[in-house]
T-cell receptor, first 114, second 113 residues
């Protein structure tokens, strides 16, 4: 049981390049989230999903797209990377139903845009 | 939407002393308040949480208190140890929002020998 796994762990891109970050969870969680973490700004929600085939915008969605084709995977895409997207990206998932709404985080992806 | 403010941004205490981190939230409907600890280069990890129907919760050396009237909640760490050094984040959740969390900006706690 690996929990929440993010790939890659590090990546350097040039401005204008595209890439996809992968988040996979093996806990059968319905809800999944993508955050970015910048110094002094905490964690900000980019997009989230409440189940397979669904996605919704969070607090800072501009410049990102997401897909949830399979329940266990949540992909975050950058179509045309910009230096302002240099950040650490965290994926999280939460338990189903009416249980504790705590979120479980992956190890993060450190992304630099030159 | 919800807004969460967290203070202080940095906190230095001597080993064995207590540490208190405070957060305020704006939406009185918020009903769940977790605290996360993030060590350098690691993932945020849940250390304690509290629901709005409870005023206080303890787990060994850590405790969280909630004042719904004032819309603030606090993390208390007693008998601090060097391994408590990390960044701590508070968060709040509004019901019916797909369990979205709004995070505070974090507190860097340093425990000195």
């Amino acid at each position: 049981n690996a929990g929440v796994t993010q790939t890659p762990k590090f990546r350097v891109l040039k401005t204008g390049q595209s890439m996809t970050l992968l988040c996979a969870q093996d806990m059968n969680h319905e809800y999944m989230y993508w955050y970015r973490q910048d110094p002094g700004m905490g964690l900000r929600l980019i997009h989230y999903s409440v189940g397979e085939g669904t996605t919704a915008k969070g607090e800072v969605p501009d410049g990102y797209n997401v897909s949830r084709l399979k329940k266990q995977n949540f992909l975050l895409g950058l179509e045309s990377a910009a230096p302002s997207q240099t950040s650490v990206y965290f994926c999280a998932s939460r338990e189903n139903g009416q249980g504790t709404p705590s979120q479980h985080f992956g190890d993060g992806t450190r992304l630099s845009i030159l | 939407g919800e807004n969460v403010e967290q203070h202080p941004s940095t906190l230095s205490v001597q080993e064995g002393d207590s540490a208190v981190i405070k957060c305020t939230y704006s939406d009185s409907a918020s009903n769940y308040f977790p605290w996360y600890k993030q060590e350098l280069g690691k993932r945020p990890q849940l250390i304690i949480d509290i629901r709005s129907n409870v005023g206080e919760k303890k787990d060994q050396r850590i405790a969280v208190t909630l004042n719904k009237t004032a819309k603030h909640f606090s993390l208390h760490i007693t008998e601090t140890q060097p391994e408590d050094s990390a960044v701590y984040f508070c968060a709040a959740k509004i019901p019916g929002t797909a369990s979205k969390l709004t995070f505070g900006t974090g507190t860097r706690l340093q425990v000195t020998l």
